[in-house]
């Protein structure tokens, strides 16, 4: 009796109208040929939802479908558009990750010169706990008109780079667009900053527009790697003596997904991409998660001054995300056994972005940009290595108080990816991996990408650049400052409670010149220098 009531169930109900209702409307077509034009539509329209009803019963891959046939479906499609109800309907201005809607309007504000002022207070809660503030000076200056720019080059560069002390992060061609690419480009050109490669090599769409570029070397040695895979120092030469290449950078590992290493399948290894990775068609484009033209903390000192070498004395230098303390000392300590020191290291955070990476790598691995840089900072202090490299920071840089704050903690510069992005149209869609990009920033898809026109978006990398620097140059005058190299981290607070509130001085405490050879009793670093060793990765046993 059950199984004979089941179709005149809630569950059963919506594919029991649709099924007596076809029926009915064919009988009625049957019944009088002259309604056939009056019952056409309906009756297509139920049997349809009839026939995808009892497919929903019949198939095994949805449990709920088979329970709630056509119904079901409505709650495919709620799923589907979701994020999209959220973002625009539910939203408040300070929610939204991983970049607030605040955060993304004042970038939209900024790239199009439109009014960034806020009405009526801060909607953010000073006294909830970390909450942060820049402290202001009773004797604030005029405002800097300069760019602020850094000079990047130790005492064995060649070539160093007068750099910007905000450039866009690295992004490779492939994971965006040629038209976004271009526009990223020309913006750098035209505002005098440095543009990253990202590891997927040197494309004719960063050559076109002339702007400064920075070579990122990844594991997969892009532009400059043999037939199987290994680095080609002939190959990296030819390439590195453009002179539009200003730097070249080498990277360790990825904020958003360290030590995972990536793979472009076969089938979008276009022509394109194969020429100028330099990798063959119809093979997956692989990124090892590991290096072969090293194995040792010395040998990567060695490998950075061949690049420095072979790029004809251009900065060299490094990114990675700090993972083992150990690891990162390990290098340190190469550096003082070898005396090969790099011009620069680039601290990527784990909260950078990425088109794609798995879960739990996006979430839970690596150290947060903050805490990274400010390590690395410290343990250059503490091997009097700190005036000659500098250090630059990536990891969710949107704003100029996001610079500020990362320069207190110890960067030189700081690199943008997504803010950039955002300057170039992107609404946060997060559809990055799906080569759906909706603004035609990341994607492949050509019919996709001519959304994006170069001209105007250009337009809008150099005004973000522009007006993010005049709000840092707005803030650094308001704390007394001429420069951003003279913010220290006792111009910044944080709220630990309720009531109590520490400075970054005391948050973040620095090291003494040569601590760590001479011997350190700070608890961040006494162990881990006591593990490291220049000879290999691995820890020692103490």
């Given at each position: 009796?059950?199984?004979?009531?089941?179709?005149?169930?809630?569950?059963?109900?919506?594919?029991?109208?649709?099924?007596?209702?076809?029926?009915?409307?064919?009988?009625?077509?049957?019944?009088?040929?002259?309604?056939?034009?009056?019952?056409?539509?309906?009756?297509?329209?139920?049997?349809?939802?009839?026939?995808?009803?009892?497919?929903?019963?019949?198939?095994?891959?949805?449990?709920?479908?088979?329970?709630?046939?056509?119904?079901?479906?409505?709650?495919?499609?709620?799923?589907?558009?979701?994020?999209?109800?959220?973002?625009?309907f539910f939203e408040s201005e300070k929610d939204g990750m991983p970049f607030s809607r605040d955060t993304r309007a004042v970038v939209y504000q900024r790239a199009k010169m439109v009014l960034d002022k806020r009405p009526f207070g801060t909607q953010k809660n000073v006294y909830e706990e970390g909450y942060e503030w820049m402290n202001h000076s009773v004797a604030p200056k005029p405002h800097a008109a300069e760019q602020f720019r850094i000079t990047i080059g130790g005492p064995d560069c060649l070539r160093p780079y007068s750099a910007s002390v905000l450039n866009i992060s690295a992004m490779s061609f492939g994971a965006l667009s040629p038209n976004a690419i271009r526009a990223l480009n020309a913006g750098a050109k035209k505002g005098n900053f440095a543009h990253d490669t990202g590891e997927g090599g040197v494309s004719p769409y960063h050559e076109q527009e002339g702007g400064d570029l920075i070579w990122e070397i990844g594991s997969g040695y892009f532009g400059c790697r043999t037939g199987d895979g290994n680095f080609d120092p002939d190959k990296f030469a030819a390439r590195a003596a453009l002179d539009q290449i200003k730097m070249v950078e080498l990277k360790v590992s990825q904020g958003?997904?360290?030590?995972?290493?990536?793979?472009?399948?076969?089938?979008?290894?276009?022509e394109e991409i194969s020429r100028i990775r330099g990798v063959a068609m119809g093979?997956?484009?692989?990124?090892?998660?590991?290096?072969?033209?090293?194995?040792?903390?010395?040998?990567?000192?060695?490998?950075?001054?061949?690049?420095?070498?072979?790029?004809?004395?251009?900065?060299?230098?490094?990114?990675?995300?700090?993972?083992?303390?150990?690891?990162?000392?390990?290098?340190?300590?190469?550096?003082?056994?070898?005396?090969?020191?790099?011009?620069?290291?680039?601290?990527?955070?784990?909260?950078?972005?990425?088109?794609?990476?798995?879960?739990?790598?996006?979430?839970?691995?690596?150290?947060?940009?903050?805490?990274?840089?400010?390590?690395?900072?410290?343990?250059?202090?503490?091997?009097?290595?700190?005036?000659?490299?500098?250090?630059?920071?990536?990891?969710?840089?949107?704003?100029?108080?996001?610079?500020?704050?990362?320069?207190?903690?110890g960067a030189d510069w700081c690199n943008s990816a997504r803010g950039f992005m955002f300057a170039l149209g992107c609404i946060q869609s997060l559809s990055c991996h799906t080569d759906r990009c909706p603004t035609g920033v990341a994607t492949q898809d050509p019919t996709r990408a001519r959304a994006l026109a170069i001209p105007q978006k250009t337009d809008r990398v150099l005004n973000f650049h522009e007006a993010t620097l005049h709000a840092l140059a707005e803030l650094i005058a308001a704390a007394g400052l001429e420069h951003p190299q003279q913010i220290r981290a006792m111009h910044f607070s944080h709220r630990s409670s309720d009531n109590d509130v520490m400075s970054f001085t005391q948050l973040y405490p620095e090291l003494r010149p040569n601590e760590l050879i001479h011997g350190t009793d700070d608890r961040r670093f006494r162990d881990a220098w006591a593990m490291a060793q220049a000879a290999s990765f691995q820890p020692l046993d103490v």
């Open positions: 009796m059950q199984t004979v009531m089941l179709p005149f169930t809630p569950r059963f109900i919506v594919l029991t109208i649709c099924s007596v209702a076809t029926l009915f409307l064919v009988g009625m077509g049957i019944w009088d040929h002259r309604l056939i034009h009056l019952i056409v539509i309906p009756a297509t329209v139920f049997g349809c939802l009839a026939a995808l009803g009892f497919h929903d019963l019949l198939q095994k891959d949805h449990a709920v479908l088979r329970n709630y046939p056509i119904s079901a479906h409505i709650r495919f499609l709620l799923e589907e558009i979701r994020p999209e109800m959220r973002q625009y958003a997904k360290p030590g995972h290493g990536g793979v472009l399948p076969a089938a979008k290894v276009s093979e997956d484009c692989i990124s090892p998660p590991y290096h072969k033209a090293f194995s040792t903390p010395v040998e990567m000192m060695q490998f950075i001054d061949t690049m420095r070498r072979l790029s004809g004395g251009k900065p060299a230098g490094f990114k990675l995300c700090i993972g083992h303390p150990w690891e990162f000392l390990a290098i340190c300590k190469a550096m003082l056994q070898t005396g090969i020191y790099p011009d620069f290291i680039v601290v990527d955070g784990k909260e950078g972005g990425t088109g794609a990476a798995p879960l739990e790598f996006m979430d839970h691995l690596g150290m947060p940009m903050r805490e990274g840089v400010n390590f690395v900072h410290n343990a250059l202090i503490g091997i009097g290595a700190r005036d000659r490299i500098k250090i630059g920071a990536s990891g969710k840089i949107a704003t100029a108080f996001d610079i500020a704050r990362a320069m207190a903690l």
